[in-house]
């Protein structure tokens, strides 16, 4: 069992940026940030491998969002720059621990924990 925290949700305007964290308690070898807006699915935003080796981004934060992890903290960070009011969203870390994989770093099914979830709010 892994449990994640996730920090760093907030309110920004628009062009700002801010930094979210998600520490898991235990080892993951891929960890993804995911969001979901009201009324929408959740959708992936960005993901990494436990090496930093293989890194996918959506198409609309490519530019923006930086994703990168500490393994020695199992801390996985993602920094968000040039904030749009799009961006706003509930977002979630992911943590997948089974292996051998072979799926994809960007779909959820392969993220086996998930931690509650931090509102980022970007106003116009």
């Known amino acids: 069992q892994v449990q994640l925290v996730e920090t760093g949700g907030g309110l920004v305007q628009a062009g700002g940026s801010l930094k979210l964290a998600c520490e898991a308690s235990g080892r993951s070898f891929r960890m993804g940030w995911f969001r979901q807006a009201p009324g929408k699915e959740r959708d992936v935003v960005a993901s990494?491998?436990?090496?930093?080796?293989?890194?996918y981004y959506a198409t609309s934060v490519k530019g923006r969002f930086t994703i990168s992890r500490d393994n020695a903290k199992n801390t996985v960070y993602l920094q968000m720059n040039s904030l749009k009011p799009e961006d706003t969203a509930v977002y979630y870390c992911a943590a997948g621990v089974s292996a051998p994989f072979s799926g994809a770093i960007n779909s959820p099914s392969s993220y086996d924990y998930w931690g509650q979830g931090t509102q980022v709010t970007v106003s116009s």
């Open positions: 990494i491998t436990w090496s930093g080796g293989s890194l």
